[in-house]
């Protein structure tokens, strides 16, 4: 047993002054007493925070990130042209390129304030598309960076079949994606049974999108996994561009979010990855649920997708979570804060994720991206509470930025003007990973990332 004790501390109520909390051997918080004695327990140096869950995560994209960011020879560029520069850099990879990506990636998420990352993996083959002698090696490579960064995964390998909506073929480029249904469930089987009892890993699945999949094989995969882990998250990309909009038309008369609502059991189990493009009716539908929308605002930004309808979708309850998706910013609260910017931009108006009950922006989006992240990971965590993952943020109280703040006035200060210097230590799991804004591996994650780095661009 171990124990921390803060002098200010976010409970799912509510802010607490002055409260202990008791963590077990396991990693879990065994028990929060509120006043209770400050004796043998490790005093924080600031307000405490559970960490947040990243929600959406490819690990590999953030060696690319900054690499797309000029004219290409097409014309005008979109996320299809950025997309034919991924899957040129995908070529590259190797299991240590891509174990090194990650660990740093993860050592990075930490010292911003992440706690578990949802990992959509959909890298599972060599160069040629041939599997490795272990298929689920390029899976273990990326499960065995989040354990040396210490950081919780929910690890989603992808179900990837086809190169458009209609079951078209597969492209060169996506010949390290591919897998038949049989050969899918054997992968996800493997993880399973070898993750098992590991209180940090969770194995989930993502069918890609509905441009990836077909229907029959969406069904029998869901079925698959419902006979071995009705439980298991289920994660798939929707509606993040309207040419996918229009290409879903074309194919079934329906929308992507409206086709997946009637065609599959859509429930708290999944996570709809930026269901940008919806009407008034999907959004409605969506919100009914319980599924989480996966949102990736920097992301979303960079690549051109546009804005996802967020105030109907939370008058009507929807749960939200965030995720850094392609890296090119690795920060919670970068991505909560461009999750209101967008609105306020677009709406002219200021506060739009600001409800009667909950008035702080900041603050609020934090509380709701921590229960749709925990939601979406499937896993214990998103709470300070027994029962769950310790898995907490320090923040700095002497940062020039929070001094005379508290409460949900400190939060959006944290999500509206700080970044990651703002974080002082943080746990996972009852393991501190982060002190004084330092992971105690940055130094060799970083090594190991440049040497990576420099085979890539060789
Ligand atoms: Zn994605």
């Known amino acids: 047993m171990k124990a921390l004790y803060g002098e200010a501390v976010l409970l799912p109520d509510g802010w607490t002054e002055g409260a202990r909390i008791d963590i077990d051997g396991d990693g879990n918080i065994a028990a929060i007493t509120v006043g209770g004695a400050s004796d043998g327990a490790e005093r924080a140096r600031g307000p405490i925070v559970p960490g947040l869950p990243n929600l959406h995560s490819h690990a590999f994209q953030r060696a690319m990130a900054g690499l797309t960011e000029r004219r290409g020879a097409a014309g005008r560029d979109s996320f299809w042209t950025w997309r034919e520069v991924m899957y040129g850099f995908v070529a590259r990879l190797n299991p240590a390129t891509l174990q090194a990506i990650a660990t740093q990636l993860y050592v990075e998420m930490l010292e911003a304030g992440y706690t578990a990352v949802a990992e959509f993996h959909y890298l599972h083959h060599g160069p040629d598309g041939v599997p490795y002698a272990d298929p689920a090696e390029l899976s273990n490579r990326v499960i065995a960076a989040a354990a040396t960064a210490g950081i919780g995964i929910t690890h989603l390998?992808?179900?990837?079949?086809?190169?458009?909506?209609?079951?078209?073929?597969?492209?060169?480029?996506?010949?390290?994606?591919?897998?038949?249904?049989?050969?899918?469930?054997?992968?996800?089987?493997?993880?399973?049974?070898?993750?098992?009892?590991?209180?940090?890993?969770?194995?989930?699945?993502?069918?890609?999108?509905?441009?990836?999949?077909?229907?029959?094989?969406?069904?029998?995969?869901?079925?698959?996994?419902?006979?071995?882990?009705?439980?298991?998250?289920?994660?798939?990309?929707?509606?993040?561009?309207?040419?996918?909009?229009?290409?879903?038309?074309a194919w079934s008369g329906t929308r992507p979010v409206a086709w997946l609502l009637a065609n599959a059991p859509v429930d708290r189990r999944w996570c709809l990855v930026h269901a940008t493009h919806m009407t008034e009716a999907e959004t409605r539908g969506l919100a009914a649920t319980g599924a989480v929308a996966g949102l990736c605002p920097t992301t979303e930004a960079n690549l051109g997708d546009g804005l996802f309808p967020l105030e109907p979708y939370l008058i009507d309850d929807g749960l939200v979570g965030v995720g850094s998706d392609s890296h090119i910013s690795v920060s919670p609260v970068e991505e909560l804060r461009w999750l209101e910017y967008g609105q306020r931009l677009a709406k002219r108006a200021r506060n739009v994720a600001s409800t009667p009950k909950a008035s702080h922006v900041g603050a609020g989006l934090y509380r709701r991206a921590l229960v749709g992240g925990a939601h979406a990971c499937a896993r214990p965590i998103g709470a300070i509470a027994p029962g769950h993952r310790a898995d907490l943020v320090v923040l700095d109280a002497e940062h020039p930025l929070l001094v005379g703040r508290s409460g949900d006035t400190l939060l959006d200060a944290w999500v509206f003007a700080g970044n990651a210097p703002v974080v002082r230590d943080v746990m996972v799991g009852g393991t501190w990973v982060v002190r004084r804004g330092r992971h105690a591996r940055r130094d060799e994650a970083r090594a190991d990332f440049a040497r990576a780095i420099n085979t890539l661009m060789d």
Request: net charge negative; glycine share 10%; charged share 25%.
């Open 157 to 249: 390998p992808v179900l990837y079949a086809h190169g458009g909506f209609g079951g078209q073929p597969p492209t060169a480029g996506q010949r390290r994606f591919v897998n038949d249904g049989d050969r899918f469930l054997r992968l996800v089987e493997e993880l399973r049974g070898r993750h098992h009892g590991f209180h940090d890993v969770r194995i989930g699945i993502a069918p890609h999108s509905l441009r990836a999949v077909n229907p029959r094989l969406l069904a029998d995969v869901h079925d698959a996994l419902n006979r071995s882990d009705a439980t298991a998250p289920i994660h798939i990309h929707i509606a993040e561009q309207t040419r996918e909009v229009d290409e879903c038309l």
